[in-house]
């Protein structure tokens, strides 16, 4: 158990319709990272928060926003969603954000019909 | 094509035998790790090289890092059904905080 959780673990929506999946990190760590797995194109980044700001974003698309809250935890919303946008998201928490070793979270299993 | 490339991308093996992955990067790197995913589940840290280091051990696991040929290598020996996985390497670039995965390795450990 990493000690990072995300819920809900699966969730089936329909295309254009608006989802928010949420992560809570480890005890201590600051960092918080979203993370898009599908069997097309592997692991790809989102987007990173640390302490509650922005700090790195990756190949996330306009559709989808994510925000870390005074208490840590993060939420990735995804709107307008579409068939392609069915895939495993993963967040993953460090204690300063800094490429240091990351703890993921167990991931929600999104499929879009 | 993505930073960091494994090789091979499958690799099949008996019990007790050693399996060995590889993966390549493009730009300079601060550290490189290793991660394991079990089908379908979150991915587990298991080793962080730094750019300074040439190997490091963790029990059954060795990493090297050849920063000249720009490539490291995931040894596992005396493999188990339970090492049964996906293994991603990860780059951390130079002047950058995220990390960059690879395609990862299937390893298929067979009883």
């Known amino acids: ?113 | 094509s993505q930073q960091g490339e494994e090789d091979p991308q499958a690799l099949s093996i008996q019990e007790g035998e050693n399996a060995t992955m590889n993966c390549s990067y493009k730009t300079s790197i601060n550290n490189l790790q290793w991660y394991r995913q079990n089908s379908g589940r979150g991915l587990v840290h298991l080793i962080l090289i730094r750019s300074n280091e040439r190997e490091k051990h963790s029990g059954r696991l060795r990493v090297t890092l050849d920063t000249s040929k720009k490539s490291s290598s995931l040894l596992i020996t005396a493999s188990r059904a339970a090492d049964t996985a996906s293994y991603f390497c990860a780059t951390a670039l130079t002047g950058r905080r995220a990390l960059t995965f690879g395609s990862g390795t299937r390893l298929q450990v067979q009883p």
């Open chain 1, 1 to 113: 158990d990493s000690g990072v959780t995300q819920t809900p673990k699966h969730l089936i929506t329909a295309t254009g319709q608006r989802v928010t999946l949420r992560c809570s990190p480890r005890s201590g760590d600051l960092s918080v990272y979203w993370y898009q797995q599908s069997l097309d194109q592997g692991l790809q980044f989102l987007i990173q928060y640390y302490n509650g700001e922005e700090r790195a974003k990756g190949n996330i698309l306009e559709r989808f926003s994510a925000q870390q809250f005074p208490d840590l935890h993060s939420e990735l919303n995804l709107s307008s969603l579409e068939l392609g946008d069915s895939a495993l998201y993963f967040c993953a928490s460090s204690p300063q954000g800094e490429a240091e070793t990351q703890y993921f979270g167990p991931g929600t299993r999104l499929l879009v019909l």
